[in-house]
């Protein structure tokens, strides 16, 4: 029986590699197209380090051929997703989109979160929101999923289960290793720049809170840091409880959403997470603490593989019909 057939685009940035070794590694579908402008015609084993027999082609060549595959990803930046997932539309691939470009509802808020006007509104009413473990029934047999952002990911895990018992306002500061800010070398991501220090930015105009406000449906105030790791993400997520929410409601409501997921492991306590857990995994530790009516979660995930490329496939996996965990369980990539 021939596997589905599968096309990477943007196959040379962090997630898009790490998208490579995944589907290439992955027991039932067959890579088949590695689209990247900087490394056409070069072996996709020499950058990725898997034995796939193909060469990287050049962009617009390999949309071409991604219109005749199963499933497209597109690891691509939001303002080339934008346009590439409407030349795919309805031309038959299943698109699974690890960009902005088709998460939010709302058109018009695409010039303030993401710099470009969004010119593909009845694309958007039909994206899938791609967390598992929120829309799993929705995508499976969806044609066009948007995956969430990593600090989406993290964060919206965490909250899921507070929703309804706590307050609808919360704070979120989050640490990300640099891998998060993509591939592209600047001044700002040099080795001197990084290395011995921890900053903020993006403060609350990260473009990752409409999205997590939306599935959420409360205001979240979120502040990113960058610290001098390569991979991962810690989201420190604080609340106030409602009146009469009591420590074993809470955990009866992480234990009831999440007794039964694949890639969500729950932790003592707030204390208890660490970026170590899940590096090189698609899991994501969760543990919270509470205190009267303040509760504080943490979430770790890997921003690569939960946060992107990770949860892709596993979006793929439900969409194609296959076990949601087939080519997950490898662990540790570099970087």
Sequence with gaps: MQRPSIAILGASGYSGVELTRLVALHPGVELAVCGSDRWADEPVEKRAGVATGLRYTAPERALELAASCAVVFCATPAEVSHEVVARLAGRGPIVIDLSGAYRLRDATAYARHYAFEHRHEA????????????????IAGAKLIANPGCYATAIELALLPLVGLARDRFIVDAVSGVTGAGRKATEDMSFAEIAGDVRAYRTLRHQHVPEIEQLLEAKVRFVPHLVPIARGILATCHAELAPGVTAQAVRASFEHRYAREPFVDLAASADAVAIHDVVGTNRCKLGWT????????????DNLVKGAAGQAVQNANLALGLAETTGLALRGFHP
């Design 290 to 301: 509470i205190d009267g009516d303040a509760i504080v979660v943490t979430a770790a995930i």
């Design 123 to 138: 694309l958007l009413g039909e994206a899938i929101y791609g967390l598992p473990e929120r829309n799993r029934d929705r």
